[in-house]
C-alpha cells in the first residue's frame, strides 16, 4: 500500500504562499519593464545627445566656414578691382563710396584701407547699422582721423568726429607687412573702441617692385560669431563655444562676455577663468587629458560629470587655409533629456508601486477566494476528528473546490451514518451486555443459591448418614471386641463393619470432592514420625497384597527425616489410594511401594509459626506390574467420577480417589506424575517438599497386630471422661467403648447438662457433641474455658459435621482436638492416650491364618444349581442375599468351607463383580 507522507516541517499559511509568489512575480516583472525601460531611455538619450551635439558641431562649423570666408572673398573682389584699375585707392571719397557700398552687401564688420604713410581709409558699422566713413589722409593730418556719417548712397553727410589715429600701428596692418602675404590678423580690439574685438583678413599689397603699397582689410565683429551661437537653440541648456588653441575665448553662446574689463581696459578672456562651471570644467578636463589644446587633433566626444550632472560634450578642432585652428565645444547636459525621462522613471516607478499594490490586492482576494473554501474545509474536517460529526461546507465559485466540498459533504455524512450506526450498535451492545449481565448475575446467584444448598446438604447428608453410622461402625467395634463371639458372628460383625467403612468412605469422598469443588478443602499439618506412618501403611497394603497374592515391596530410604511437618492425614489418603489402586487393578507380580529422599537440604521455609524449617525434597512413587492405563485412558483418570478399564473393577471404586489426591498433591505445592502401559504395569509419583523437624521425640504408635480392638485396659488409675452428645446411640457408642477399656463415664444430653456434670464431677477429659439443643458444644466450650478450674481440661469435640468451619469452630472456642463422626476407635484412643498420657495393656491374640494364599485349583465349588442364587445375587451386588446363600452352602459340606470363605472375604472387600467372574465358568 502507497503511503502518503505529511510535510510537517512546512506550516506556511496557504493565503502566504498563494500571495507571496504572486507578489513578487508582478514586482519583478514590473521592475524588469522599469529598469529596461529606463535603460533603452538612457541608450536613447546618449543617441540623441550624439546627433545633436553632432548636429550643432554641423551648423557651427557651417556658418564659420561661410562667415570667415567672407573676408577673403571681399578682399579678393576688391584686390582684383585694384589690379584692374576699377578702384583707386588714392581717390579716397571714390574708394569710401565703394567700400560703402560693399558694406551693404557683406555682413561684416569694417573695411580699410592704408599705406605706409599713414593714410587710412574705411567704412565703418555702427551697433545701429549704420555706416561711419573714416579717413586719415596727407591732405589733413596725417595721425587724425577723421569720421563721417553717411547718407543712403554712400556719399558723406558730416564730419561727426575727429580723433588721433596711427593705422600703421595696427595688428592688422604689420601682422599683413610682416608677414608679405594675406593673413588673418590676430584678434584684436578696436584703437578708438576697446569692447569690440575684431579679426581681420589682410591682403598687403605691392606694386610692381614689389614696395608695400599699403594693406587692405575687412574685419569681422566676433560677437556677430557669438550672436550666432546664441542664436542656436538646443536643448535648454545646451552651450556652444570657441576656442582659440591658447585657451582664449573666441565666442560663446553664453550671456558672459568674451572679455575682461580691468582698469577700464578690455582683455580677452581665457577659457579657465570663465565664469560657466560646466565650461570651466570641460577646458579642465581637456586640459588635463592632454595636456594643452594644442594637441587636441580629433574630434572628441565624452560625458563629464560636473557638479553632479552629466554633460555630453563634442569637441571639434576646426581650421581654414589661412592660419585659422579653433576648437568648436558642444555641450549638451544630460538633464535636458533627463528630465524627461526622469519623469518617465518616476511615473514607471509610481506604475510599479501601483502594480505591486494592486497586485497584492488582487492576490489577497484571490488568496482568500481560494483559501477560504479551504480554510472551511479544514475546519470542517477538524471538527470531524474532535468528533463533531454533523459538518457540511457550501462552496461555490471555484468549480474544483465546490467538487470537493461536494465530496467532503457525502463523506462527512456516510461518517455520521456510520458513526450512527456503529453507536447504535454499541448501544445494543451495551444492553445486551447489560441483559447478559443480569443474567449472569441472576445465573450466578442461582448457582451459588445451589452450590450454598449443595454444600448445605452435603452437609446436612453427611451430618444425617454419620450419625446412623456413628451407630453402626461404633457397636459393630464394640462386638469386634467381644472375644467370646463364634467365627460366624465375628464374620457377620466385620461385614457390617466393612459396609459401614465402604459406606463411610464414600461420604468421605463425595465430601471431599464437595470440598475440593468449593475450594474449602484445608490441610492440617502437624509433626508425626515418618517411619511409623511408613510402618501403618504398609501394614495397611501388605494384608491386601496377601490376599491377591502379589509380592508388594517396601523401599524407605534410610536417609528420610524421622519427622517431617505436613498433614498427615491427608498424605496418607494420597498414598493408600495409590497403593489401593496398585493392587487393585495388579493380579499378577508385585506392587513396588519406594520413598526417595531427592534433595536432603532445601531452603528454608517459615512453617507458619515464625519457626523457620528446612525442608527435604522427598519422592513418593509407587510402581506396579497390573493391567496398565492406555494413553487414551491416562486422559481421564484425574476426573472426578472417572473410572477405565474392566467393568468388574470399576465396582471396587468411586472414581474419585485420583481426583482428590491430585488436588491434595496440588495443595501441598506438587503434582502427581504417572507413567503407564497397557497391559504391563503403571508408575505414579510425586515429589514433596516436607519441613523436617529437627528435635522429635518419638511417640509409640498402635500397630495394627495390637489394633484398639485388643486393647483391655490401661494402667494407672481410672480416669473420668464427660461424654455429651443429644443423641442417645452416639453416647452409647462411646460410653460402651470407653466403659469396655475401664474408664469412668459420665453423660450429658446438652451443653447446660455438660457443664453442670463437668462442675459436679470435674472429668478428666470431655468428649462433647458440637450440635445440640438447649446449648451446643461450642458455647459450653467457652462457657468452661471462662470457668479456671476447666481451663486446662482436655475437651475434644466430635461432630459428624465434619466440614472445616465445624472444626476451626470448635479449636477456636478451646476445644483441643476435634473427632469426627462416625467415632474410630483407633482414632478415639490414639487421641485418648495423647491427651491423658495413657499405658495401653492389650489382649494377647493370635493373627488369623490369611486365607488369601490359597488358590482357586484347592477351592471345592458347589455344584452349579447351588450356585445359581448367589450369583444373581452377586450379580445384583446384594450382599444380604451373598451372605444368606453363603450360610445356606456352608451347611451343605464341610468341604465348601473354602469356597464359602473366599467368598465372604470378597464381599468384605465389596468385590461382588469378582464373585460374578468367579462362578461364571461354574455355571455354564
Ligand atoms: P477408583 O475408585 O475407581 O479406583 P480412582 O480415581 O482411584 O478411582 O482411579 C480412577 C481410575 O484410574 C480407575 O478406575 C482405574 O481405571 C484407573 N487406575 C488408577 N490407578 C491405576 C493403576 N495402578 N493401574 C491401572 N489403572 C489404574
Redesign the pocket.
Known sequence: MKRFGILRSSKLPLRLILIVPFVLQTFAAVSLVGYLSFRNGQKAVNDLADQLTSKVNGLVEQHLNTYLATPHQVNQVNLAAIKLGMLNLQDYDLASCYFWKQMRVFNIGYISFANPKGEFIGVERLDNGHLLINEVSEKRTIGKLYVYSTDNEGNRNQLTAIKDYNPLLEAWYTDAVKMGRPVWSQIYQWEDKPEIFSISSSYPLYDNSQNIVGVISVDLLLTQISDFLKNLKFGKQGKVFILERSGFIVASSTNESPYNVIDGKAHRLSVFNSQSHTIKGIADYLQKKFGSFQKIQDTQQFTLQIKGARQFVKVTPWQDKLGLDWLVIVIVPETDFMAEINANSHTTILLCVGALIGATILGIYTSRWIAQPILHLTQASSAIAAGNLEQTVEISGVKELSILSQSFNQMAGQLNDFFTALERTNQELEQRVELRTKELKTAKELADAANQAKSEFLANMSHELRTPLNGILGYAQILQRDINASTEQQNAVKVIYHCGSHLLMLINDVLDIAKIESQKLDLYPNIFNFNDFFLGIYDMCRIKAEQKDIIFSYQISKDIPTAIHADEKRLRQVLL??L???I???DDGEVKFSVDVINPDLLAIDNHQGEQLSTSKIRFQ?E?T????SLE?LQK?FLPF????DSF??A????????I?CQIVEMMGSKIHVE?HYGK??K?WFDLDLPKVADYVSSEVPHLDKCSNHIIRYKGTQKTILVVDDISDNRAVIVNLLKQVGFGVIEAPNGKEGISKAQEYQPDLIITDLGMPIMNGVQMTQDLRSQPEFAQTVIIASSASVFSLNRKESLAAGCNDFLPKPVQAEELFAQLKSYLKLDWVYEDIKIPQQISSENKEDIVFPPATELVNLYQAAKAGYVMGIQEEVNRIQKLDNEYVTFTNKILNLIEDFEDEAIVEMLKPYLA
Open positions: 489410594n495409590l489401593g489402586n496398585a487393585k487393578f495388579t509407587i506396579d497390573g493391567v496398565g492405563i485412558q483418570i472417572e473410572q477405565v478399564g473393577r470399576k471396587e471404586g468411586t472414581g474419585l480417589g485420583l481426583a489426591s503407564s504395569g503403571s505414579f
